[in-house]
């Protein structure tokens, strides 16, 4: 069967719910993936036909039920490096690429010393695998409470080639922090965590809330800080004197971050916009 009529047969069923142009893009993703074919091979070669098509009508029946184009690949694309993904994980986003790097400007150039840094919820192991990329003085650790994740984490440290301490934990447990951590100092602590309240799932597109973990993604109205309350408890114990702890946040309570950090002493705290205006990180420091 020829490519251009799988493409037509795409456009034919899934327009009316994504647009033209974000259905091309995910059947060249596909067509990349299984056959090797790119666009501009196909647009070289209109009659180009390949003989197992199911994976695309597959494909294509998994994007009629809104099922994201990175789980159907099981891949996606952080900050330069590629990352395995499934419904375990929450997808990277580039928000998230944006704090990480925050994170590596932030660190000095010329300094040679060992930098500890933790990352909590680690998830696919997007963040803790990209610092560990790109600061060649960090040891990483990676904290999540989810097998199914940090089993994806792995598979990805190791497709990255970078070596990571990973901790299976949940950093809503304060009891147990002194045996996860072995009393361990970090410079940097950073998390994206959970952070979309209940009230706001109107607000989000079916493929995410009908298919990303909200293990991952939502926390009660009554208490939408709850991770930032605890992981700043733990910063406040555990970062080093003059340390940093990053967070991304819920664009909605940028001025509430602002006023948990300062109760908890932090220093030099900036909330910093991202690539849409939203308040969307934010960075102390230890007193």
Known sequence: MKLKEIQQQFHLELDAI???????????????????VSRIKLAMDTDFAVENYSSMFDALEQLKDEQPIQYILGETEFYGLSFKV??????PRPETEELVEWIVNHQPKTNSAELNILDIG????????????????AKVYALDV?????????????L?????????????????WSDTFKNLKFSVIVSNPPYVREQEKQLMKPNVLNNEPHLAL???????????????????????????LFFEINEFLGREMIHLLTANNFVNIQLKQDIFKKDRMIKGEKH
């Open 122 to 137: 680690t998830g696919s192991g997007c963040i803790a695998i990209s610092l560990a990329k790109h600061i060649p003085n």
């Open 218 to 244: 939502f926390v009660k109205d009554e208490n939408p800080l709850l991770f930032y309350k605890a992981i700043a408890q733990y910063a406040v114990i555990n970062l080093e004197r003059g340390g940093a």
């Open 146 to 158: 989810s097998e199914g994740a940090l089993k994806m984490a792995k598979q990805n440290a190791e």
């Open 86 to 91: 499934n419904p375990y994980t929450l997808i």
């Open 18 to 36: 994504y647009g033209k142009e974000e259905v091309d893009s995910f059947f060249f993703l596909l067509i990349e993936s299984f056959y090797n």
């Open 160 to 176: 990255n080639d970078v070596s990571i301490e990973f901790i299976e934990a949940n950093i809503l447990k304060p009891e147990t």
